[in-house]
């Protein structure tokens, strides 16, 4: 059997009364990337299913979570020794969120509470100077639309890193690690629905710290940019013509 060249290592899933609409998130991610679910190896790491072993010639996209890296819980602290292996090797990795977080972490870096609290909703990312000279962001537009939704941040980034991106809340919004190492703390592979959905989940949450829940969701909209910073990073990165990959009909229905 062929091994797929994607991993999504899921370290989270969300809460019933989204599963039931939106299905869980490695469909979002293959929504995302226009792939049938079949074309991905799903390991469910928060669940305790095992790594698997660190390969160049796979990428790892590791997604976001319910749960928070200062809680150091041994699956995610396995992750962090796992992630390590996997830049010595110089396997593809694309962290999300949680998965941004923890491989700042992993290798160096600072996470704890953002000190002015939530982020959430749509949201303007704006590139700095060194992502002019990246080859994943130089053809980006400067600013550009990105959902989002958390309460911890990259506070230091590790060594060598370089942030890429910034929002009005938060410097770190794209970060590189190495030349096969990107992670984002805006989510790609959401969508309107799903942004909305999860916004509409935490209302009580979002109007107790005096957020405007309506002006919120009448925001949100369609981010492709965000989107494509994720497409664009598989088709360069992944050991094998990733084409092949996207041009694969979909099986989708979302």
Same mark, same amino acid.
């Given at each position: 059997?062929?091994?797929? *060249?994607?991993?999504?290592?899921?370290?989270? +899933?969300?809460?019933?009364?989204?599963?039931?609409?939106?299905?869980?998130?490695?469909?979002?991610?293959?929504?995302?990337?226009?792939?049938?679910?079949?074309?991905?190896? &799903?390991?469910? &790491? $928060? !669940?305790? !299913?095992?790594?698997?072993?660190?390969?160049?010639?796979?990428?790892?996209?590791?997604?976001?979570?319910?749960?928070?890296? +200062?809680?150091?819980?041994?699956?995610?602290?396995?992750?962090?020794?796992?992630?390590?292996?996997?830049?010595?090797?110089?396997?593809?990795? $694309?962290?999300?969120?949680?998965?941004?977080?923890?491989?700042?972490?992993?290798?160096?870096?600072?996470?704890?509470?953002?000190?002015?609290?939530?982020?959430?909703?749509?949201?303007?990312?704006?590139?700095?100077?060194?992502?002019?000279?990246?080859?994943?962001? =130089? +053809?980006?537009?400067?600013?550009?639309?990105?959902?989002?939704?958390?309460?911890?941040?990259?506070?230091?980034?590790? *060594?060598?890193?370089?942030?890429?991106?910034?929002?009005?809340?938060?410097?770190?919004?794209? &970060?590189?690690?190495?030349?096969? #190492?990107?992670?984002?703390? $805006?989510?790609?592979?959401?969508?309107?629905?799903?942004?909305?959905?999860?916004?509409?989940?935490?209302?009580?949450?979002?109007?107790? !710290?005096?957020?405007?829940?309506?002006?919120?969701?009448?925001?949100?909209?369609?981010?492709?940019? #965000?989107? =494509?910073?994720?497409?664009?990073?598989?088709?360069?990165?992944?050991?094998?013509?990733?084409?092949?990959?996207?041009?694969?009909?979909?099986?989708?229905?979302?």
């Amino acid at each position: 059997m062929q091994v797929s *060249p994607i991993i999504i290592l899921q370290v989270g +899933t969300p809460p019933e009364e989204m599963l039931a609409v939106h299905d869980d998130v490695p469909v979002w991610f293959c929504h995302a990337l226009q792939v049938p679910v079949g074309a991905v190896e &799903v390991v469910r &790491v $928060f !669940e305790g !299913e095992p790594l698997p072993q660190p390969d160049p010639r796979r990428m790892a996209i590791i997604t976001g979570s319910w749960a928070m890296v +200062t809680e150091r819980l041994p699956w995610s602290e396995a992750m962090a020794e796992w992630i390590r292996e996997a830049m010595r090797i110089h396997m593809p990795l $694309f962290g999300v969120c949680y998965g941004h977080q923890l491989m700042a972490y992993a290798l160096g870096g600072r996470v704890d509470y953002h000190p002015q609290g939530r982020e959430a909703g749509n949201q303007q990312i704006t590139l700095t100077p060194e992502a002019q000279q990246d080859p994943l962001l =130089n +053809t980006f537009p400067q600013t550009f639309t990105a959902h989002l939704t958390h309460m911890q941040t990259v506070v230091e980034l590790p *060594p060598g890193a370089s942030a890429l991106a910034y929002s009005s809340h938060d410097p770190h919004q794209i &970060v590189r690690y190495g030349p096969n #190492a990107v992670s984002t703390q $805006f989510h790609p592979e959401f969508t309107p629905g799903i942004s909305s959905a999860l916004m509409q989940f935490r209302a009580d949450v979002l109007r107790s !710290e005096g957020r405007d829940l309506d002006a919120m969701l009448s925001e949100v909209r369609d981010a492709p940019e #965000a989107r =494509n910073v994720l497409r664009f990073f598989i088709q360069q990165t992944c050991g094998h013509p990733s084409q092949d990959i996207f041009d694969e009909p979909s099986v989708l229905h979302y």
